[in-house]
């Protein structure tokens, strides 16, 4: 007995020994466990990329663009910290946090912020993204990037060609890499007052720098007509700041909120105009440095006020409404050339000022079962008070002409009307049908201003409208609007239904009618020759500066027809498929030139296969096609001649038709758990096949010489070639864990694009027009392979 005694003690101890342990680690697993759910993880990552191309394309936006050597350094942040995750249960509510992303490239951001939960919050954040033009430009004049002065050199001062017979021109080309980039940099808090209210802050500091390119027309005087115009293509600064502040208060309790904020916005551009010695062409004398204006200084100020009230907790009702004012009153001193201006000007400055205001308010209630009611209204009124004055200018090609334009201050105002029903059938089939009505209308407070004309000639024979000597004309309220109003009525339906356990079925059309009304009458700021000087006159067989018949796409009547379809299929757990199609069709019943009807079409499908516990299959494909036909006045013409004045001949036109087609199919995959757990594997390939071409049809007249046959006017005629578009992308990786917290990763990125633009024939040197200088920029093609290594460290 004594034996067995001791024995049991034995077997005790030692089961209390083993509980123990396993007690001990059951509780360590729970404390990992709530810790991993209430204490975030900190990570630091450390990286190498290597690029072997320098590819301004590719590295458009990337920040993987302009390391001479191809090597890129990078490093990422992401720590967070506080109180309230580790001494919650002692009140404590702090939580802070330190975040930075792409830090070694040009497309980095960083965040600092700091919060007590329920009392404030603090915020400092960092983004900086630089764009990328081109690094194929070329040019022969000097100058820096980003400044406002472009010199020629002084072997091309003086008449020149743009051809490559011109030694210097070909010999004084220098490459240069246009890009711009913003600095965008933001402070911003909240202040809680109490459980119902809250002050907010922002401010956004946005800073540009660089250049875009931009054309530069120049006409040395000596010479009439468009044949002395020379056209350069040079790097416009971008250096400009924005400051914008917003501050706001907000106040809620069970049923209803309130807030009403402030916002600024306030732009300085770095420089208010840029200085160019025109390009010289023969027979003509140079003017010395010309003037281009840049975009003004401006401000804009707003006051917002919104809120919302729940009569019951089936009917609800939000509004908004919002008042600002914008100014504009840069002098025109310094910021033009007097070149380019005839005459005295009638102003020192523009004195813009645009008041706007919004104002909209929704109704939903749902106090019908199964029925839920929306009804909105939405109001903007854009009031343009900016002072109207005619200036008179010397247009390219010479001293000798001159136009008079008077600017024009367009108001808008938009009222939108929305009306829509939810019902629910069954559990499984819902429908939904949505109305609205969207009215427009166009007008000027005064156009023109109020005195004397600066020319002598103005009379009903050369202006078409006015036999008045003074500006008199101009003042009414619709003058400068050709598309004085419009009004859309749109209708949508929307079914949707749960046709199995796995299949969802999404099904929605809708029709929109918009129609424009029109003043063929008014004197819009287009010129239109009348001989030796320009006005804005109205001839006949002219709309507002447009032949008869023609009405720009964006404001012409239309109807449109849209439908939309799209298909949930869940197979089984692990397979899944989504199909979907949109379908629009546009017709602009009233015009009798440009754009007659469109029309645009799109099928996606894409799957998801979990072959295994960690491994995912995903594929997707996309098939876009989209078609324009335009009508065109080609000329007039009574028997085979072509006839100035559309009452002495016929009309007939020409058309042209783009297509565009776009396909892309991709496959990825992602595999873990390898190796014990320790490897995930990850893999994605992407194609991309795009191409605009256009057609072109002029019915010449059958008796004339000129055919689409003919060497001389063939070329108008036909399909040109091509706009292509082709992508392939590959991107492969691992990631290796090497310990609890630590892991590395290696990627390899492989693009290709081939791009092919004859738009790009223009630029290159010996196929440009001989009025423009060459840049021999190229269509961006490229093959670019990346790799990847980075190692990251995770910690509590």
């Known amino acids: 007995m004594y034996k067995a005694n001791k024995l049991n003690l034995k077997l005790s101890a030692i089961s209390l020994a083993v509980v123990s342990l396993f007690s001990a680690s059951a509780a360590r697993a729970d404390d990992e466990e709530v810790r991993a759910l209430t204490q975030p993880q900190s990570t630091v990552q450390v990286e190498m990329i290597g690029v072997d191309q320098n590819s301004a394309k590719f590295g458009e936006y990337n920040g993987l663009y302009g390391h001479p ?71 022969p004049y000097n100058g820096a990037l980003g400044q406002g002065t472009w010199v020629l050199p002084s072997n091309l001062q003086g008449a020149q060609t743009t051809t490559p017979s011109n030694a210097n021109l070909r010999n004084d080309l220098q490459n240069m890499n246009i890009s711009n980039t913003r600095y965008n940099s933001t402070v911003s808090g909240t202040a809680i007052i109490d459980r119902n209210s809250n002050i907010t802050f922002e401010y956004n500091n946005l800073t540009q720098s660089g250049a875009k390119l931009g054309a530069f027309s120049s006409a040395p005087s000596g010479g009439t007509g468009s044949s002395n115009q020379v056209i350069s293509i040079l790097p416009m600064p971008t250096t400009s700041q924005t400051d914008t502040v917003s501050l706001g208060y907000s106040w ?91 005459g005295t000007l009638p102003a020192a400055s523009m004195n813009g000022l645009v008041n706007t205001t919004h104002a909209d308010i929704k109704l939903v209630d749902q106090s019908v079962k199964d029925l839920a009611l929306t009804a909105a209204a939405k109001y903007d009124n854009r009031e343009n008070l900016s002072q109207s004055n005619i200036y008179g200018q010397h247009p390219i090609g010479g001293t000798g002409e001159t136009v008079y334009l ?49 020319i002598t000639n103005w009379s009903s024979s050369n202006y078409g409208v006015n036999t008045s000597a003074t500006t008199s004309a101009f003042n009414n309220s619709s003058s400068c609007v050709s598309a004085t109003s419009s009004n859309e009525n749109r209708l949508i339906g929307t079914y949707k239904i749960k046709a199995t356990e796995d299949v969802n079925v ?15 009458s008014a004197i819009v700021a287009m010129p239109y020759s009348t001989g030796a000087t320009y006005y804005p006159t109205q001839p006949m067989g002219y709309n507002s500066g447009n032949q008869l018949g023609f009405y720009p796409f964006f404001e012409a009547s239309r109807k449109q027809f849209i439908g939309k379809a799209s298909t949930d299929w869940q197979a089984s757990d692990n397979l899944s498929f989504t199909l979907g199609g949109k379908y629009t069709n546009d017709i602009y019943p009233d015009s009798t030139y440009g754009v007659q009807n469109g029309n645009s079409w799109s099928l996606n499908l894409d799957s998801s296969y979990k072959y295994a516990e960690a491994g995912t299959i ?24 072509a006839q100035a004045n559309p009452a002495n ?148």
Not at 256 to 281: H, L, W
Not at 420 to 426: P, V
Not at 510 to 519: E, I, M, V
Request: hydrophobic fraction near 25%; aromatic fraction near 12%; glycine fraction near 10%.
């Open 406 to 454: 008077p600017n024009t201050p367009m108001s808008l105002k938009q009222l939108n009307l929305l009306l829509s029903a939810d019902y629910r059938i069954t559990q499984a089939q819902r429908i939904n049908l949505t109305a609205s009505n969207d009215n427009i209308n166009r007008s000027c407070n005064q156009y023109g201003g109020t005195g004397s004309l600066p």
């Open 69 to 139: 050597s191809g090597a890129y350094p990078n490093a990422a942040l992401n720590i967070r910290g506080g109180g309230a995750y580790t001494n919650n249960e002692q009140g404590n509510t702090s939580r802070w946090s330190v975040t930075g992303d792409n830090l070694g490239l040009t497309s980095r951001s960083a965040n600092v912020s700091i919060a007590d939960q329920g009392s404030w919050n603090f915020g400092v954040n960092f983004d900086q993204l630089q764009h990328n033009t081109s690094n194929s430009y070329q040019t």
């Open 618 to 641: 995903v594929g997707y494909a996309t098939q876009q096609n989209q078609s324009r036909n335009n009508n065109q006045l080609y000329g007039y013409y009574s028997g085979i001649t």
């Open 252 to 342: 809620k309790d069970d049923n209803k909120y309130f807030g009403a904020s402030y916002f600024g916005s306030f732009f300085q551009n770095g420089y208010n105009s840029v200085s160019i010695m025109p390009y010289q062409t023969a027979g003509t004398t140079a003017n010395g440095m010309q003037t281009l204006s840049t975009a003004p200084n401006n401000a804009f100020n707003q006051l917002n006020l919104n809120g919302g009230y729940d009569f019951s907790n089936k009917t609800k009702m939000t509004a908004n409404l919002s008042m600002g004012q914008n100014t504009q009153n840069q002098g025109f001193n310094g910021t033009y050339d007097s070149f380019m201006v005839a």
């Open 506 to 520: 999404k099904v929605s059309a809708g029709y929109a009618n918009r129609k424009t009304s029109w003043d063929q």
């Open 649 to 796: 001949g016929t009309p007939y036109a020409w058309q042209n038709t783009l297509k565009t087609t776009s396909t892309t199919v991709g496959l990825g995959f992602k595999q873990g758990d390898l190796v014990g757990g320790k490897i995930t594997l990850y893999g994605d390939a992407t194609m991309s096949f795009s191409t605009s071409q256009y057609n072109t049809n002029v019915p010449y007249v059958t008796s004339s010489t000129a055919t689409c046959t003919n060497p001389t006017s063939g070329p108008t005629c036909g399909i040109v070639p091509g706009i292509v578009n082709n992508l392939g992308v590959i991107k492969l990786g691992g990631v290796y864990q090497l310990d609890k917290n630590s892991k590395i990763g290696l990627a390899y990125w492989y693009q290709h694009l081939y791009s092919n633009d004859y738009y790009y024939n223009g630029y290159t040197s010996g196929m440009n027009p001989s009025s423009v200088v060459p840049t021999n920029q190229s269509s961006p093609s490229y093959s670019v392979n990346v790799i990847s290594a980075n190692y990251t460290y995770t910690f509590d």
